[in-house]
C-alpha cells in the first residue's frame, strides 16, 4: 500500500477542512486581541505613557500571533489552491488594503517612540488604529460575501472570472448583509481587545478598555443574531443536488448545484451544530459579565470561546461549501472538489503533526514568560527595552 492511502482522500479532505478553521480562529484569538488593542489606542489611552502602556501590552507578542495568519494564507494556497486562487482574484483590491494595513502596523510598533514629537506620535497611534481597525471590519465583510456568494465562474480551463470591473469587485463587497458582518467582527475584536487590556493593564486604562469593552460586546451580539436571522428569512442558500463524490478530482464543474432555500437548513441535518451559536452567544454573554465584574482571566477566555464559536458556526453552517457562486452555481467550490491532490493532503498532514505541538509550546512559554501587567513604571523606567 502506498503510504498516504493510509487516509481516505475523503477523510483528508474534512481534515484539512477543519485545519483551515482551527487556524482561521487562532488568528483571531491571537492576532484579534491585537487588532482590538489598535483599534481601541486612541480611545482608552489619553497621554503619551498611557498609551505607551497600551501598546507594550502587546508589542512583545503582535509578531508571533501574526504567524497564524501566515499558517492560514499558506493552508489555503496548499492545501486547496481553486480556494486560493478564485478568493484573492474576487478580493484582490480588498486585500490590497488589508495588507496595507498590516503593513503600517509593524511600522507604526518600531517607529512611534523614536522620535519625541508629539505629532509624530500621534500620527503612529493612529497608524496602529488603522492597522487594527481595518482588517477586523474587513475580514468580516469578507465573511459577510462567503455567505452571500460571490460573483464568479469558471470556463473550461477551470480560470476564475468575475463580473464587473476593478473597482466594482472592491465596492461590490460592500453589501448589506456584509457589512453587518464587518461591524460583528469589528465589535467582537474590540471586545476581546478590551478583555486583554483588562489583563494586561490597571487603573484608569482598564477601566476605559472595559467600559467599551462592554459596549462593543452587546453590539456585537445583536449584530450575530441580526445576522442569524436575516440568513434564515432573506438569504438564500446553496446545496448540492444529484450524486455527490467526495472522493473525485478537485474539479468544481463536475458537481450539481443549486441555489435556494436557507443555509439553516443545515441545522436540521446535522443538529448537532447547534453547539457553534450556542459557543458563540455564551461566550460574548460571559465575557460582558466578565467585563462588568472585573474578572480578568476568566473574562479573556470567555472571550475566545465566544469567537471560535461565531467562526465556527460559519464553517459548519456552509459545509461542505467553502465560496459558493452568485453567477454560476455549479461554479462553487466545495470541499470535494477544491482541494489538492490525496498525496499532498497527506505529506502537509503530517508536517503538521511533526510541527504545530512546537508552534503550541513555544508560543505558550512565550506567554508565561511575559505574564503580568505593563504599568507606567515599566514603560518609563525602561526606554531602551520598550516601545
Same mark, same amino acid.
Given at each position: ?12 479532505? #474534512?481534515?484539512?477542512?477543519?485545519? *483551515? ?11 484579534? %486581541? ?16 498611557? !498609551? ?16 497564524? %495568519?501566515?499558517?492560514?494564507?499558506? &493552508? ?6 481553486? *480556494? ?20 503600517? /502596523? ?5 517607529? !512611534? ?27 468580516? #465583510? ?18 476564475? /472570472? ?56 452587546? #453590539? ?10 436575516? *440568513? &434564515? ?51 460574548? &454573554? ?18 475566545? *470561546? ?39 493532503? %497527506? ?5 503538521? #503533526? ?6 503550541? &509550546? ?26
Amino acid at each position: 500500500m502506498i503510504l498516504y492511502e493510509l487516509i481516505d482522500y475523503e477523510i483528508l479532505r #474534512v481534515i484539512w477542512w477543519a485545519l *483551515l478553521g482551527v487556524l482561521l480562529i487562532g488568528f483571531a484569538l491571537t492576532d484579534g %486581541f491585537d487588532m482590538g488593542v489598535g483599534a481601541l489606542l486612541p480611545f482608552v489611552a489619553k497621554t503619551d505613557v498611557e !498609551r505607551r502602556v497600551v501598546i507594550n501590552t502587546v508589542g512583545p507578542v503582535w509578531e508571533g500571533n501574526q504567524v497564524w %495568519f501566515i499558517l492560514g494564507g499558506g &493552508a489555503i494556497f496548499a492545501a486547496w489552491p481553486p *480556494l486560493y486562487a478564485v478568493s484573492f482574484s474576487g478580493f484582490y483590491l480588498a486585500m490590497f488594503v488589508i495588507l496595507a494595513a498590516l503593513i503600517v /502596523r509593524p511600522l507604526a510598533f518600531k517607529y !512611534r517612540s523614536k522620535r519625541e514629537s508629539a505629532t509624530w506620535r500621534k500620527t503612529w497611534d493612529w497608524g496602529l488604529f488603522a492597522g487594527g481597525a481595518v482588517p477586523a471590519l474587513l475580514f468580516g #465583510v469578507a465573511v459577510g460575501n462567503v455567505l452571500l456568494g460571490v460573483p464568479f465562474h469558471l470556463n473550461d480551463m477551470l480560470m476564475p /472570472r468575475y463580473d464587473g470591473n476593478f473597482l466594482m469587485k472592491f465596492v461590490g463587497l460592500l453589501r448589506p448583509f456584509a457589512l453587518l458582518a464587518g461591524v460583528v467582527s469589528i465589535s467582537m475584536l474590540l471586545m476581546h481587545g478590551a478583555a486583554w487590556l483588562g489583563l494586561k493593564t490597571e487603573g484608569v486604562i482598564a477601566a476605559r478598555a472595559r467600559s467599551i469593552g462592554r459596549t462593543a460586546g452587546m #453590539v456585537a451580539m445583536g449584530g450575530y443574531a441580526l445576522a442569524g436571522l436575516w *440568513l &434564515a428569512v432573506g438569504i438564500d442558500g446553496f446545496a448540492l443536488t444529484g450524486e455527490v463524490i467526495t472522493d473525485g478530482p478537485s474539479n468544481p464543474l463536475y458537481s450539481e448545484v443549486a441555489r435556494g432555500g436557507s443555509w439553516l437548513s443545515a441545522y436540521a441535518e446535522r443538529p448537532w451544530i447547534i453547539i457553534a451559536p450556542i459557543m458563540g452567544f455564551a461566550g460574548m &454573554a460571559m465575557a460582558l459579565r466578565g467585563l462588568s465584574a472585573e474578572r480578568d482571566v476568566s473574562t479573556l477566555l470567555w472571550s475566545k *470561546l465566544g469567537i471560535a464559536g461565531v467562526i465556527s458556526s460559519v464553517g459548519l453552517t456552509m459545509f461542505p461549501f467553502i465560496l459558493p457562486s452568485t453567477v454560476d452555481p455549479n461554479s462553487s467550490l466545495t470541499v470535494w472538489d477544491a482541494s489538492s491532490s490525496h498525496q499532498t493532503l %497527506f505529506i502537509m498532514l503530517v508536517c503538521v #503533526v511533526i510541527f504545530m505541538p512546537l508552534i503550541l &509550546a513555544y508560543t505558550s512559554w512565550v506567554y508565561k514568560v511575559l505574564w503580568g501587567k505593563v504599568t507606567e513604571t515599566d514603560v518609563t523606567g525602561s526606554s531602551d527595552t520598550v516601545y
